[in-house]
């Protein structure tokens, strides 16, 4: 779990720098290179707010489908807090 959470930790960092492409450039590492990983489901939020702040709000959108699709019980993670799918805005 260390080198998934090195990106995760990275990616996170970024983010609440707000450099955002930077951020979903290390969320998509880690989906593309830790798929099984527990972290996927907020990586994929994640990843989707970073597309929202890029301005690709309908990329955004394909990446929280794809969460629900994945992950529909919830955030699997123990160190995040679960996902609240009511919050996320996947309608065009």
């Known amino acids: 779990a260390a080198p998934e959470l090195a990106l995760y930790s990275g990616a996170s960092l970024a983010m609440h720098r707000q450099r955002w492409a930077e951020a979903l450039a290390g969320f998509d590492r880690l989906l593309a290179e830790h798929a ?3 972290l996927g489901a907020e990586a994929l939020f994640w990843r989707g707010h970073c597309l929202e702040k890029l301005g690709r709000a309908d990329d955004a959108r394909a990446a929280w489908r794809q969460l629900l699709e994945r992950h529909a019980e919830g955030a699997p993670s123990r160190k995040i807090e679960p996902i609240n799918f ?4 996947i309608t065009d």
């Open 36 to 38: 099984a990983s527990p």
């Open 86 to 89: 009511s919050q996320v805005n």
